[in-house]
């Protein structure tokens, strides 16, 4: 994390993934969906304050904000619904919902992909 956001305190996002993540391949996938969602920003609102916390979970508790641990937890549980649906594009269900089998949640997908897979090159040196 502090490679995408240096300078920045992400001790306790960084433990909420590290509590919640089964393998270094998913906390690198965790952090990659956080980092293209928030910024790695436990406080941001998007969508028009529909999308909540690091990794801006649609329609989510307010608490969200607040919790960071909840936060991840959810959106761990949801990218790994995400997986199940489409294996080929892990994040594309996360990303679009009932338009995940569009191009734009395709491209997303290998946008976080991507990421994570250089966050673990980063971690094997």
Known sequence: MTSL???RDN???AWAVASV???REEAALITAVAYRESGLDNAA???HGRSLCAMQIHNGARNLLDDVGACVRRGTLMLRESR???PANPVAFYAR???WRSEEARRI???RV???RRLLAQVVR
């Open 114 to 116: 991507a990421l994570s």
């Open 97 to 99: 919902g009932p338009t």
């Open 5 to 7: 956001a240096p300078g």
């Open 21 to 23: 993540a089964e393998s």
């Open 11 to 13: 001790a306790e996002l």
């Open 109 to 111: 997908s290998r946008d």
């Open 45 to 47: 609102v998007g969508d």
């Open 84 to 86: 199940r649906v489409d």
